[in-house]
T-cell receptor, first 113, second 113 residues
Framework: GDSVTQMEGPVTLSEEAFLTINCTYT??????LFWYVQYPGEGLQLLLK?????DKGSNKGFEATYRKETTSFHLEKGSVQVSDSAVYFC????????????FGTGTKLQVIP | DAEITQSPRHKITETGRQVTLACHQT?????MFWYRQDLGHGLRLIHY???????NKGEVSDGYSVSRSNTEDLPLTLESAASSQTSVYFC????????????FGPGTRLTVT
């Protein structure tokens, strides 16, 4: 079945540091890929998405590129801020036409001033 | 603005009691989902529905039930609460035929004593 593997956290960075959170997936066909963010005490919200190979999703300075050849969708940001501290989830929706989404276990990011 | 709400936000109950968590969305989405979030497991799907009168089991459905009598609501019932069901519960919805993007509620923190 479908699965998502993302790097274990927590990740602690200083403000303005470069961020990479690795995500790889297993799925048949061409799934849609997502990054969601969860701020403390809140539900998840979509950060960015990519629906086909080589697509780059971007939002709020975050980027991720859909790499079919390496089955990866790594999240990057050039300069993190304290306000980026949150839990980040990589997720996929399979290509079989159904609407279920498979989530990774989440990576907690803490940015210190 | 459209939204998805959950109630209560916090609940403490005793082992063996029946508990119902409410989820209401005004997106007019056909698809609705219930997840539980536990440390180390990320989000796990409990039940989901693709429309009125449709319900399906997810990966961790034992001890839970749902019913869908209208588009807006998908209540989650714990038939006989157990300590293992202490968790944070999230409801989500998505549009039919879309790329799978889900909209999440703020969550319900349930403690079973």
């Amino acid at each position: 079945g479908d699965s998502v593997t993302q790097m274990e956290g927590p990740v602690t960075l200083s403000e303005e540091a470069f961020l990479t959170i690795n995500c790889t997936y297993t799925a048949t066909g061409y799934p849609s890929l997502f990054w969601y963010v969860q701020y403390p005490g809140e539900g998840l919200q979509l950060l960015l998405k990519a629906t086909k190979a080589d697509d780059k999703g971007s939002n709020k300075g975050f980027e991720a590129t859909y790499r079919k050849e390496t089955t990866s969708f790594h999240l990057e940001k050039g300069s993190v801020q304290v306000s980026d501290s949150a839990v980040y989830f990589c997720a996929l929706r399979g290509s079989g036409g159904y609407q279920k989404v498979t989530f990774g276990t989440g990576t907690k990011l803490q940015v210190i001033p | 603005d459209a939204e998805i709400t959950q109630s209560p936000r916090h609940k403490i109950t005793e082992t063996g009691r029946q508990v119902t968590l409410a989820c209401h969305q005004t997106w007019n989405h056909n698809n609705m989902f219930w997840y539980r979030q536990d440390l180390g497991h990320g989000l796990r799907l409990i039940h989901y529905s693709y429309g009125v009168q449709d319900t399906n089991k997810g990966e961790v459905s034992d001890g839970y039930s749902v019913s869908r009598s209208n588009t807006e609501d998908l209540p989650l019932t714990l038939e006989s609460a157990a300590s293992s069901q202490t968790s944070v519960y999230f409801c989500a919805s998505s549009a039919p035929g879309g790329n799978g993007e889900q909209y999440f509620g703020p969550g319900t923190r349930l403690t079973v004593t």
